[in-house]
């Protein structure tokens, strides 16, 4: 999954496009909502220089240990074993082989192992300059909930799950521009 996000991240127009954006910006802060390995960080924190704090939420136990170990003498880098989540203390995420993160909340023949991981919502984090979510499933859930996107400077979501309304219709609705 490194060598993905970092292709991903680093060669394809769009996620170079934002952090050309985040750059000229001159961010300080950066929430990682749904972090996997880490790599999105990382890069960003090699490529922006005005960056100096990083904070990645990641619910998948073993994702975040390999990130914990992978950044154990990164200061600016802090890492958080919780879910972002509305409404339920704990949820159960599956892991999958349809999923390039490796987990989602979704039951489907591929899933191989639920496990129970606990929440917390988007108040309850700090207010960096940048947030990101990738949260495999469990975007409407956020937008629908969160009351503090108002908070973030700059927001990107990467949307899986349609549920039957169109995405510009959900953002333009519980995202104040």
């Known amino acids: 999954h490194i060598y993905y996000t970092n292709e991903e991240w680093t060669s394809r127009t769009f996620y170079v496009n934002i ?10 802060s950066f929430l990682d909502v749904g972090g996997c390995t880490g790599e999105v960080p990382k890069i960003m924190l090699t490529k922006i220089q005005s960056l100096d704090t990083a904070l990645i939420l990641e619910p998948v136990s073993v994702n975040f240990n390999f990130i914990q170990d992978r950044f154990k003498n990164e200061y600016r880098i802090k890492v958080i074993n919780k879910a972002l989540y509305y409404g339920q203390d704990f949820i159960s995420l599956g892991q999958s082989d349809g999923n ?35 949260i495999e499933g469990a975007e409407r859930n956020i937008l629908e909930n969160a009351t503090c996107f108002a908070d973030f400077k700059y927001i990107a979501i990467e949307f899986h799950d349609e549920m039957g309304t169109t995405w510009p219709e959900l953002v333009e609705k519980y995202i104040p521009t």
């Not at 952090?19 to 300080?28: D, G, M, N, T, V």
């Not at 979704?106 to 960096?128: G, R």
């Open 19 to 28: 952090i050309e954006f985040l750059k000229e910006k001159q961010i300080k």
């Open 100 to 134: 390039v993160g490796g987990y989602n909340m979704h039951s489907n023949s591929h899933t191989v192992q639920f496990n129970d991981i606990p929440t917390v919502t988007l108040e309850n984090l700090p207010k960096y300059d940048f947030l990101k979510i990738d």
